[in-house]
């Protein structure tokens, strides 16, 4: 059990850290995205503040940076189901923060936890 407790405080402050992390936006065109390349969490905003997307990197070669220029891309469900379609929305109204965590457990509990706390209709309770 003391395993379990310390691993539950792990990601307690790793959610800490995500939603303190700095709050950048989406890139205008032609404006690169500035995004780490480790795998991790992050968070997108709509254009009022509000968590609209909890997401993390299980296998992108190119981390974090990678499937938020996928979103942008609409190479994502998020982008087809959220945004019809349209990842240039994103550009210049949206906005994210985003953690490298480089514990591949620890990043699945990390975004569990997020979406539970910050975007709970994407489990259908919102």
């Given at each position: 059990m003391k395993s379990l407790a310390f691993e539950q405080r792990a990601v307690k402050k790793l959610l800490s850290d995500l939603v303190r992390s700095r709050l950048q936006r989406f890139p205008r065109s032609g404006e690169k995205l500035q995004a780490p390349s480790g795998r991790g969490v992050y968070l997108i905003y709509d254009?009022?503040?509000r968590v609209v997307h909890v997401g993390r990197t299980p296998k992108a070669r190119g981390g974090i940076a990678q499937r938020l220029r996928d979103h942008m891309a609409a190479a994502s469900s998020f982008t087809l189901q959220y945004l019809k379609g349209k990842g240039s929305k994103l550009r210049g109204n949206y906005s994210y923060r985003c953690l490298v965590v480089e514990n591949r457990r620890h990043r699945a509990l990390l975004e569990a936890y997020a979406t539970?706390?910050?975007?709970p209709a994407h489990i259908g309770l919102g």
């Open positions: 254009g009022r503040g539970g706390c910050l975007c």
